[in-house]
Structures are given as C-alpha cells and as structure tokens.
C-alpha cells in the first residue's frame, strides 16, 4: 500500500507540474521526520486544488492522513485517491443537521487518537475555502481541541500563495467552484494545449516547523488569531489570472467583486422575537453582546462561533421558534431571519430507508400492553432493532435507542421538584 501511495504521489506531481510550477520554501523543516513522528500539518486553503499541491509535495515523505471534505468522496473523480489515502470524511458545516455535527466530531477524534497512536495527520484549520484572499479561522474549535488533547504533537505550518484567482477559488467566480466541472474543465485546458505547452501558475509554498513555545496560552480565539497571522503575514492576496491556452484565449480576466451577504428585510422581525435570539446568543457565547456587536451584519465567526456552534445555536433556533432552513446563518441577521420565518424553508428530506423496512419478526400490528407505557416497553424489547421513529434534524431512531433516551429523560425528571414537567 504504502509503494501504491508513493506512485500515486509522484504522478500527482507530474500532472500538476503541467499546470503549476511548485516552488517550496524551507523544506529543510522537515528534516528529521518521517511517517511515524506524530506530526500534524496544517496548511490554508485558498482552493480546491491546494491539498493535491500540498499533498504531492509533503506526502511521500510524511504519508499523512488527510481530513477532506465527504463532498470529493461523491467525485468520481478523487472518490479512488480519497480511499487510497485513507482520508477521513469531514461534512458541509455550513447545513444544519445533527448526523453532520456528529461526523466533524468523530472525525476531530480520530484525528487526535491517530497523533497519540504516531501517526501523522492534515488539517486545514479554517475547515472551508477561503473567500477573500485571506485565511480566517475565526472560532473555529478543531485545531484548538487537537492542540490541547496532543501536547507533544509536532506542528508543521504550511501558508499557499499563487492559487488565489485560479478556476478552483472562490474568487473565480464569487462562488464556491464546481470541483467535477472544474476537474473537467482543467483536463480540457491540458488537452487543448498539446499538454505540455499548458501555461503554468506560479506556486509557493512556505512551510515552517511550529515552536509550540510561541503559541499564546489562551481560549482558542486567542490561539486562532495566532495562525491567522502566520498565514496572512505577507498580506491579503490579490487574485492572479494565467491564460488558459498558450496562444489563444483572453489574456487578463476581471475577477467579480465579492458579493454581500443576501438579508432578509428585518423590519418585521418582532422586538421579543429579537431579544431572545440575541439571549440564545449570549448563553451561547458565555457573555454580553457589545454595543457594536449588535449589527444584522455582525458575523457569527467575529462573536467566536465555529462551523459547530453554528451548527448547533442554528438547530437550537429552528426547535425555539419552529421555522426551518438548509443553510446555516452565518450572521446575526440571518439568525433573526430564520427565527422571523423570512427565510425560504428546506424540503422535507426524503424518509431514511431504514424506515420502510419490514419488522424483524414479521408480526403484524398489535397492542403489548394495557396502557401506553407498558405496550411501548414491551414493543421496544421485541423490535428492539426496528424503526421506531424518524424527523430531518435527527434521522431514523430504532426502539432501543428511544428506549434508552426515555429511561435517561425518567431519571433526570425525577430530580425535579414540581409536580408537573412540560
């Protein structure tokens, strides 16, 4: 496996070497290491194509197991190479769903069992594609845990210049690039100019071994303006264009300018309404909004939120007010838009298959019990590994698992002192 995986590495190399000229900075820090040295990565990413380049330059030597995207697993495309590498799946945090905050975390977990085990990993800290020619990581938890969970882990930053303005970034197009047409697109470009007349893009790649020293000792926003920093030292990147075709085709391309965030009109939004949004973001946050924080524009990842906090103050919004949306807000307009119902609900999700199965025991329907109580336990003990329920947020919940979850809600009302609980 591990000669398959050099292969695999060194025609990523020479493919895109017909596209992109490499150059890395500092290499020498990585003297020393090898597979098996606990060491973490932790490039920027301002494209699609950055883990490939980073990749086929420090992968034959560290072998790491990368943290991608599950969209790349759908790609026929990069769905071998993702198997090949190992990769471990990370969801779209930027949809509300409980399975996807489940799957980041277990993932984040692996991570951190795989550095305490030797093993070497890469991460992209801000866990999603840049938007503005800079890398913000804003409250993003990932790095924070891992950093705190494995101490002794070795820190390998890795800053990308060259990329911002290609086909595979945002700034392309002002929105997030179809990696398959993309891909597609790029296999054209190669083709048409008799492959090796390409016109190349300029890349560097600085990568510098972290004295953990120099990290502050503080919350994880603290620790993550720190990386920010690194990242952004030699300033906001403007977009650069490479002609596609060595003869024909434009020279200079005028990249689209970075459209506002889309908000719902607010004046409707009811001032009880806005009050015990801004209260839910508060509890979430641990402190009081300031003054100036209290703008529709204000940014969920300015107050220090993550993709996972996102995630979680957006379900806990939809179950408060009862308005549903696909999409995660990202600022505390949308947050209210959301609460408001002025945002454009999700289509029910279709009914998971496990839902339609046939009960194990082929019994038909029936009634256990004399009461309500005492026929759903005894239903449970006899299905207990057959769909019992089933909603968008939470998905298909057998008999046992609801079993468990109304033995341990029991338990936690007995230690309430009222005579009634609602």
């Given at each position: ?9 060194s ?21 020393g ?13 301002p494209?699609?194509?950055?883990p ?24 026929f495309?990069?769905?071998p190479?993702?198997i ?15 399975a ?20 070497n ?37 890795v ?41 190349r ?8 071994r ?79 909004l ?91 003990r ?28 029991a ?6 002192k009222?005579?009634?609980v609602?």
């Amino acid at each position: 496996m591990a000669y398959l995986r050099w292969l695999v590495w060194s025609l990523a190399r020479l493919l895109l070497s017909l596209r992109y000229r490499v150059r890395v900075r500092d290499i020498a820090a990585l003297s020393g290491l090898g597979r098996r040295d606990k060491v973490l990565i932790l490039p920027n990413h301002p494209a699609y194509t950055d883990p490939m380049i980073v990749l086929s330059q420090l992968g034959p030597r560290l072998q790491p197991r990368p943290l991608v995207f599950e969209g790349t697993f759908d790609n026929f495309l990069m769905w071998p190479f993702m198997i090949l590498l190992d990769a471990l799946r990370v969801p779209d945090m930027e949809s509300a769903s409980s399975a996807a905050r489940q799957t980041a975390e277990s993932s984040v977990r692996a991570i951190i069992d795989g550095l305490k085990a030797g093993n070497n990993h890469i991460l992209w800290p801000s866990g999603r594609l840049q938007r503005g020619g800079v890398e913000i990581l804003g409250g993003a938890r990932a790095l924070y845990d891992i950093l705190e969970a494995v101490p002794d882990a070795v820190i390998i930053l890795v800053r990308t210049r060259g990329l911002w303005g290609s086909m595979f970034s945002f700034a392309y197009t002002g929105r997030l690039p179809n990696l398959t047409g993309r891909l597609l697109g790029g296999l054209g470009t190669l083709l048409g100019n008799f492959v090796f007349l390409t016109p190349r893009r300029d890349i560097t790649l600085t990568v510098e071994r972290l004295d953990r020293s120099h990290l502050p000792r503080g919350n994880r926003n603290e620790v993550n303006a720190f990386f920010e920093r690194w990242y952004n030292a030699e300033g906001p990147e403007s977009p650069s264009y490479v002609p596609y075709h060595f003869a024909f085709g434009p020279r200079t391309y005028d990249y689209p300018k970075r459209a506002g965030l889309a908000e719902a009109d607010l004046t409707g939004v009811k001032s009880e309404v806005r009050a015990e949004v801004l209260l839910i973001l508060e509890e979430k946050i641990k402190r009081p909004l300031a003054e100036d924080q209290l703008s529709p524009e204000t940014t969920l990842d300015a107050l220090g939120l993550d993709s996972l906090d996102r995630m979680e103050l957006s379900l806990q919004i939809e179950q408060r007010f009862g308005f549903a949306t696909d999409q995660v807000p990202g600022t505390i307009g949308q947050c209210l838009a959301l609460a408001a119902g002025l945002v454009e609900r999700a289509a029910p999700r279709a009914a998971p298959p496990a839902w339609f199965r046939d009960r194990r025991d082929g019994s038909p329907p029936d009634v256990l019990g004399e009461t309500i109580p005492e026929a759903f336990v005894a239903r449970c003990r006899r299905s207990h590994s057959d769909a019992a329920d089933a909603d968008d947020v939470a998905g298909c919940l057998t008999y046992e698992r609801l079993l468990v979850g109304a033995v341990l809600l029991a338990q936690r009302f007995e230690n309430v002192k009222a005579p009634n609980v609602g």
